[in-house]
């Protein structure tokens, strides 16, 4: 059975730094793409970041570009979003999930509060 | 990367059929078959219905369709039952290595 478990979401000041991990377990994670998919409170979903599957090609939207960084250890079956320069846009929950175009298995999400 | 267009609200009486729609452009929905929904119950996690534009993953009753004319997908729930009632999201590939979702269709079985 396919498991992705996020962790590391907090409440956090206006430019302060966060790291999300997302452990993942029931598939080979070293074969897959991993991606990253935020929801603010109440909004739709925005997709943040994905990762190849060796941690060779990483893409992000435009918005935090330059501030997220998304990494793997697939020694561990662990993804990462690194998140710096934290603005209070960035409050929602974040999403991992399996895939790159279409992601089939999502965790359950890790909240991210941003104080202004 | 601009968001897809889904109506907010549709309904429908148990048994019956809806059709949500999902508009994109020629760079994203209309320019490739990578277009997916999601269910999502509140609290909970979104789940993969469609993908493929017209593919069921194993486990997801064959009430769900897809299908994509020109910039436009459309996801139909036949048979409507009560549990159907969530929010649903569509997502396309946009080229560039850019993912986009609808706002989301908040769907009442009534």
């Known amino acids: 059975e396919v498991q992705l478990l996020e962790s590391g979401g907090d409440l956090v000041q206006s430019g302060g730094s966060l790291r999300l991990s997302c452990a993942a377990s029931?598939?080979?994670?070293?074969?897959?793409?991993m991606t990253w998919v935020r929801q603010a409170p109440g909004k739709g979903l925005e997709w943040v970041s994905t990762i190849g599957p060796s941690g060779g090609s990483t893409f992000y939207t435009d918005s935090v570009k330059g501030r997220f960084t998304i990494s793997r250890d697939n020694s561990k079956n662990t993804v990462y979003l690194q998140m710096n320069s934290l603005r209070a846009e960035d409050t929602a929950v974040h999403y991992c999930?399996?895939?790159?175009?279409?992601?089939?298995?999502w965790g359950q999400g890790t909240l991210v509060s941003v104080s202004s | 990367q601009s968001a897809l267009t889904q109506p907010p609200s549709a309904s429908g009486s148990p048994g019956q059929s809806v059709t949500i729609s999902c508009t994109g452009t020629?760079?994203?929905?209309?320019?490739?078959?990578?277009v997916s929904w999601y269910q999502q119950h509140p609290g909970k996690a979104p789940k993969l219905m469609i993908y493929?534009?017209?593919k069921r993953p194993s486990g997801v009753p064959d009430r769900f369709s897809g299908s994509k004319s020109g910039n436009t997908a459309s996801l139909t729930v036949s048979g409507l039952q009560a549990e159907d009632e969530a929010d649903y999201y569509c997502?396309?590939?946009?080229?560039?290595?850019?993912?986009?979702f609808g706002g989301g269709t908040k769907l009442t079985v009534l």
């Open positions: 999930a399996r895939g790159y175009r279409q992601p089939d298995y």
């Open positions: 997502s396309s590939y946009a080229g560039s290595n850019n993912l986009v």
């Open positions: 029931g598939f080979t994670f070293g074969s897959y793409s």
């Open positions: 493929d534009v017209n």
């Open positions: 020629s760079s994203d929905v209309g320019g490739y078959d990578y």
